[in-house]
């Protein structure tokens, strides 16, 4: 840590009896103190490269802030400070207001960097996005990956630039009006490169286990300290405006306060629209209501509408029905599973979410996991079940809904290149990786065969963002279709409104009809999943709004849309007083 008259070094250790500090090739001993501390400060500033040396033996800083040389190099000292911030009277957004972008950003432009994702924030502006989600960034192994597998949770991820110009990044979307949320993994370390058990193993514990290792011992003061310091450095340091916590579920603890509760306590009490999403698919709303997180990505939304467009039954899509009837149902209830069992546990699953609103509920109808855990990567809309109409009538029901939505890079354009798992593990780890995904989703049909090898290089620049196809044929068509949707959503009184009890849903055979009303008047999305629909002769429970706001194809004529037809996999949205 810098301080006035060079940097201080300190750590913990319960089984170190001797701690020196490596600097420039000199080591210098770390003195002792009570309760397993050792520190020394030492007149070196940042730039200059260390390690640590417990008993001997050369050991890495679990809490280096960067490690330029991958996770078993040396760090570099950092000092945050010396950014120089342009926008510093940014104070966030409100999760009514956060249209997230989800994107990687090795994979979002050609040169997958920090100052080339920061050059494309105009266009993101200008599509109608509020909020950039950024996939993990904590230092993993190698040179590419998605993150979750990071190890070193201070250090943000050395290809894709230096911390200063993450720094840039987020002060250049804040020039925007472009909040940034970032994902962190607080449930597991990756399998290399993480160090804190040569320090201490008490940071970990057999009485949880997860998918991958034993659990986080989150009752051990420093463990905790460890995730809710990361937390905040990431809010303050680089004044990013929120985090997405990656697999709640796993985040096991028996403390008397939740290290979930604790870290939405600390991220509110610093003022500001700081917040806090949860991924976890037991559709828990205590998360909000008494953890106090202010939202959930909630994973029925994704399946129930999946499944209606490409009736797969593999897996977890196994208990989902498809359809117009299902997609009301999740509407009105904000998931499926309230308690009833979940048959791939065999337990129940869910509670009911009557006391949640709308925002808190994160929709999308892809994500990273939703593409990238499929074996070639493949979007929604390249399956060959989803036609161009019927992807762009899914997303125009996303887009007018009131829960909070989520695209994925290229989304927007209905991008033609896939998102495959990829990674640069040394050894045999990227072997143990690839069969391991193999096992993980042997159980889904699409995961058979076949895989691309994570750790080909080729897997890696499949998966970057085609931006030349933007402008042709239906991804043209596509992108024009969700910048009108996204303005829309900015600028209609109705759909602005946010509020859960303005949502009505339900459904004539195969037409889905979706209705919010408020003091504005009434807005009715309708989605044909059926056979072509002449409307007069449709029986709604309301009267059909006289004019049409706007057609999935790109009829946008402001006229009745009374006597217009409706074909297969054609949505509208209807206005009315």
């Given at each position: 840590?810098?301080?006035?008259?060079?940097?201080?070094?300190?750590?913990?250790s319960?089984?170190?009896?001797?701690?020196?500090?490596?600097?420039?090739?000199?080591?210098?001993?770390?003195?002792?103190?009570e309760?397993?501390?050792?520190?020394?400060?030492?007149?070196?500033?940042?730039?200059?490269?260390?390690h640590?040396?417990?008993?001997?033996?050369?050991?890495?800083?679990?809490?280096?802030?960067?490690?330029?040389?991958?996770?078993?190099?040396?760090?570099?000292?950092i000092?945050?400070?010396?950014?120089?911030?342009?926008?510093?009277?940014?104070?966030?957004?409100?999760?009514?207001?956060?249209?997230?972008?989800?994107?990687?950003i090795g994979?979002?432009?050609?040169?997958?960097?920090?100052?080339?994702?920061?050059?494309?924030?105009?266009?993101?502006?200008?599509?109608?996005?509020?909020?950039?989600e950024?996939?993990?960034?904590?230092?993993?192994?190698?040179?590419?990956?998605?993150?979750?597998?990071?190890?070193?949770?201070?250090?943000?991820?050395?290809?894709?630039?230096?911390?200063?110009?993450?720094?840039?990044?987020?002060?250049?979307?804040h020039?925007?009006?472009?909040?940034?949320?970032?994902?962190?993994?607080?449930?597991?370390?990756?399998?290399?490169?993480?160090?804190?058990?040569?320090?201490?193993?008490?940071?970990?514990?057999?009485?949880?286990?997860?998918?991958?290792?034993?659990?986080?011992?989150?009752?051990?003061?420093?463990?905790?300290?460890?995730?809710?310091?990361?937390?905040?450095?990431?809010?303050t340091?680089?004044?990013?405006?929120?985090?997405?916590?990656?697999?709640?579920?796993?985040?096991?603890?028996?403390?008397?306060?939740?290290?979930?509760?604790?870290l939405?306590?600390?991220?509110?009490?610093?003022?500001?629209?700081?917040?806090?999403?949860?991924?976890?698919?037991?559709?828990?709303?205590?998360?909000?209501?008494?953890?106090?997180?202010?939202?959930?990505?909630?994973?029925?939304?994704?399946?129930?509408?999946?499944v209606?467009l490409?009736?797969?039954?593999?897996?977890?899509?196994?208990?989902?029905?498809?359809?117009?009837?299902?997609?009301?149902?999740?509407?009105?209830?904000g998931?499926?599973?309230?308690?009833?069992?979940?048959?791939l546990?065999?337990?129940?699953?869910?509670?009911?979410?009557?006391?949640?609103?709308?925002?808190?509920?994160?929709?999308?109808?892809?994500?990273?996991?939703q593409?990238?855990?499929?074996?070639?990567?493949?979007?929604?809309?390249?399956?060959?079940?989803?036609?161009?109409?019927a992807?762009?009538?899914?997303?125009?029901?996303?887009?007018?809904?009131?829960?909070?939505?989520?695209?994925?890079?290229?989304?927007?354009?209905?991008?033609?290149?896939?998102?495959?798992?990829?990674?640069?593990?040394?050894?045999?780890?990227?072997?143990?990786?690839?069969?391991?995904?193999?096992?993980?989703?042997?159980?889904?049909e699409?995961?058979?065969?076949?895989?691309?090898?994570?750790?080909?290089?080729a897997?890696?620049?499949?998966?970057?963002?085609?931006?030349?196809?933007?402008?042709?044929?239906?991804?043209?068509?596509t992108?024009?279709?969700?910048?009108?949707?996204?303005?829309?959503?900015?600028?209609?009184?109705?759909?602005?409104?946010?509020?859960?009890?303005?949502?009505?849903?339900?459904?004539?055979?195969?037409?889905?009809?979706?209705?919010?009303?408020?003091?504005?008047?009434?807005?009715l999305?309708?989605?044909?999943?059926?056979?072509?629909?002449h409307?007069?002769?449709?029986?709604?429970?309301?009267p059909?709004?006289?004019?049409?706001?706007?057609?999935?194809?790109g009829?946008?004529r402001?006229?009745?849309?009374?006597?217009?037809?409706?074909?297969?996999?054609?949505?509208?949205?209807?206005?009315?007083?």
């Amino acid at each position: 840590m810098p301080v006035q008259n060079g940097t201080l070094f300190r750590a913990w250790s319960t089984v170190a009896r001797r701690i020196e500090v490596c600097v420039n090739g000199q080591l210098t001993p770390m003195q002792a103190l009570e309760n397993g501390i050792f520190e020394v400060t030492l007149p070196v500033q940042a730039g200059t490269r260390y390690h640590f040396v417990l008993d001997g033996q050369d050991t890495p800083d679990p809490y280096a802030r960067f490690l330029p040389d991958g996770l078993h190099g040396e760090a570099e000292i950092i000092d945050t400070r010396q950014f120089q911030w342009q926008h510093a009277g940014w104070h966030g957004i409100s999760l009514h207001e956060c249209v997230f972008y989800e994107l990687h950003i090795g994979t979002f432009t050609p040169e997958g960097t920090y100052a080339s994702a920061a050059q494309k924030l105009p266009y993101l502006k200008e599509l109608g996005i509020t909020a950039v989600e950024l996939m993990p960034l904590a230092a993993f192994p190698g040179e590419r990956g998605w993150g979750y597998d990071g190890a070193a949770m201070f250090a943000p991820q050395a290809s894709y630039g230096r911390p200063e110009d993450l720094q840039a990044f987020v002060d250049a979307a804040h020039a925007l009006g472009l909040a940034v949320f970032l994902d962190v993994v607080y449930n597991h370390f990756g399998p290399d490169g993480n160090f804190l058990s040569a320090f201490s193993p008490s940071y970990f514990t057999d009485r949880f286990q997860s998918p991958w290792g034993d659990g986080l011992d989150y009752h051990e003061p420093h463990m905790r300290r460890y995730i809710t310091d990361n937390a905040l450095m990431w809010l303050t340091e680089y004044r990013i405006d929120g985090l997405r916590l990656d697999a709640t579920q796993a985040m096991q603890d028996d403390s008397d306060k939740h290290i979930l509760q604790e870290l939405a306590e600390e991220v509110h009490s610093l003022g500001g629209h700081h917040l806090m999403l949860a991924e976890d698919y037991r559709n828990l709303p205590e998360l909000v209501t008494d953890f106090h997180l202010d939202g959930i990505w909630v994973d029925d939304f994704h399946h129930e509408v999946r499944v209606t467009l490409t009736a797969e039954q593999d897996g977890y899509y196994g208990p989902f029905e498809g359809g117009a009837a299902a997609l009301a149902h999740v509407l009105q209830r904000g998931w499926v599973y309230e308690g009833q069992v979940w048959p791939l546990e065999e337990r129940p699953r869910g509670r009911p979410a009557d006391r949640l609103d709308a925002p808190n509920f994160v929709y999308f109808i892809q994500n990273h996991d939703q593409i990238g855990n499929r074996a070639s990567g493949d979007r929604l809309n390249h399956h060959p079940a989803v036609s161009p109409r019927a992807f762009r009538a899914a997303s125009t029901l996303l887009l007018t809904l009131p829960m909070t939505p989520l695209l994925f890079q290229g989304q927007e354009w209905a991008a033609s290149t896939p998102f495959l798992f990829f990674t640069d593990h040394h050894g045999e780890m990227g072997k143990l990786v690839s069969e391991g995904r193999k096992q993980e989703f042997g159980h889904f049909e699409g995961f058979s065969g076949d895989v691309p090898d994570p750790q080909d290089l080729a897997t890696f620049e499949a998966s970057r963002l085609n931006w030349d196809e933007q402008g042709s044929g239906e991804h043209a068509q596509t992108l024009a279709l969700y910048r009108d949707l996204l303005a829309l959503r900015r600028s209609d009184a109705v759909l602005k409104d946010s509020r859960r009890d303005t949502l009505e849903a339900g459904h004539r055979g195969d037409l889905l009809w979706v209705r919010r009303s408020d003091k504005h008047g009434v807005r009715l999305l309708l989605w044909n999943l059926g056979a072509t629909i002449h409307m007069e002769e449709v029986e709604l429970p309301h009267p059909l709004p006289p004019r049409l706001l706007i057609h999935s194809e790109g009829h946008y004529r402001d006229e009745a849309f009374g006597h217009g037809v409706l074909g297969q996999h054609e949505a509208v949205l209807l206005a009315g007083p």
